[in-house]
């Protein structure tokens, strides 16, 4: 069956970074994006970019271009998302979610959620 | 890259059908037969409900259906249940093959 699963929770101080890990299993790594959501508390999902597995080829937006970096490790089909320059806005669940690469037909498999806490 | 708009809520008894509008702008909902929704439990992962507009996934009810005109993309639940009430997000394919979420939508049943 198709999972993802992601890395515990983190606290992290302002200006620090987070490293965050999505392991995919189940299906054909290379043939879904993997999308980067967060979720503030209480507050709605915001898109933070995607990964291309095949290519490693990467679109962020534009709200986090400078300080996220996303990459992948096909040989152990996980992905990762690292956030840098943390602040307390960046607290927040983090989720991965998968995208088939040629149908832009939404994520229908999504990750438990890592919680980022930021806090001095 | 603006959010798309969405009501913050929305009401409904049970048996009711409800409608909720996602209006974005021609470099997203306009231009792209590409949008998805999302419910979502509390302290859940979103779950894909609706995608390239009005397809549904399989193992979701046909009590949900969506739609589009122009710019404004709208998901409709009919004969809505207590399970129903969760928040709902649609999020379009955007230019530059980006993505946007709408802020969310709170559907109570009353």
């Known amino acids: 069956q198709v999972q993802l699963v992601q890395s515990g929770a983190e606290v992290k101080k302002p200006g620090a970074s987070v490293k965050v890990s999505c392991k995919a299993s189940?299906?054909?790594?290379?043939?879904?994006?993997i999308h980067w959501v967060r979720q503030a508390p209480g507050q709605g999902l915001e898109w933070l970019g995607w990964?291309?597995?095949?290519?490693?080829?990467?679109n962020f937006a534009q709200k986090f271009q400078g300080r996220v970096t996303m990459t992948r490790d096909t040989s152990i089909t996980t992905a990762y998302m690292e956030l840098s320059n943390l602040t307390s806005d960046d607290t927040a669940i983090y989720y991965c979610?998968?995208?088939?690469?040629?149908?832009?037909?939404?994520?229908?498999?999504w990750g438990q959620g890592t919680l980022v806490t930021v806090s001095s | 890259q603006s959010a798309l708009t969405q009501p913050a809520s929305v009401s409904g008894s049970p048996g009711q059908s409800i409608t909720i509008s996602c209006t974005g702008s021609?470099?997203?909902?306009?231009?792209?037969?590409?949008v998805s929704w999302y419910q979502q439990h509390p302290d859940k992962a979103p779950k894909l409900m609706i995608y390239?507009?009005?397809k549904r996934p399989s193992g979701v009810s046909n009590r949900f259906s969506g739609s589009k005109s122009n710019n404004t993309a709208s998901l409709t639940i009919s004969g809505l249940q207590a399970e129903d009430e969760a928040d709902y997000y649609c999020?379009?394919?955007?230019?530059?093959?980006?993505?946007?979420f709408g802020g969310g939508t709170k559907l109570t049943v009353l």
């Open positions: 979610a998968r995208e088939h690469y040629y149908d832009i037909s939404g994520s229908d498999y």
């Open positions: 189940g299906y054909f790594f290379t043939g879904y994006y």
């Open positions: 990964i291309s597995p095949i290519s490693g080829g990467t």
């Open positions: 021609s470099s997203d909902v306009g231009s792209y037969n590409l």
């Open positions: 390239e507009d009005t």
């Open positions: 999020c379009s394919y955007a230019d530059g093959s980006f993505r946007v």
